[in-house]
């Protein structure tokens, strides 16, 4: 089992920079690639971005490219979603995840924290 803790969420303004983080303990040696999805209010939980640990190219949802960035440091188990330029149609609750698979399904998910974006 992998647990996955999120923090940084809250209240930021359009245009503004949020950095949300991810913290993962417990089978942490099995994990191949951690990301980042969130829901909107009334809307389903979509993809925002990924990575895998060794390093390779991240991916990014197109509503998010070129402002988000996901990075992380293996050694702190801890993935980085840092979100710039933020719109109002960026407000969700974001969650963290991880799997131990090259692909398909994240297996293990966050809590969720709370962005909301104000314009």
């Known amino acids: 089992q992998v647990q996955l803790v999120e923090s940084g969420g809250g209240l930021v303004q359009a245009g503004g920079s949020l950095g949300l983080s991810c913290v993962a303990s417990?089978?942490?040696?099995?994990?191949?690639?951690m990301g980042w999805f969130r829901r909107a209010p009334g809307k389903e939980r979509e993809f925002v971005a990924g990575?895998?640990?060794?390093?390779?190219?991240?991916a990014y949802a197109d509503s998010v490219k070129g402002r988000f960035t996901i990075s992380g440091d293996n050694a702190k188990n801890t993935v980085v979603l840092q979100m710039n330029s933020r719109k109002p149609e960026d407000t969700a609750v974001y969650y963290c995840?991880?799997?131990?698979?090259?692909?398909?399904?994240?297996?293990?998910w966050g809590q969720g924290t709370q962005v909301t974006v104000s314009s």
């Open positions: 990575m895998m640990r060794s390093g390779t190219t991240p």
């Open positions: 995840a991880d799997s131990s698979r090259t692909g398909g399904p994240y297996e293990y």
């Open positions: 417990g089978r942490t040696f099995s994990s191949y690639r």
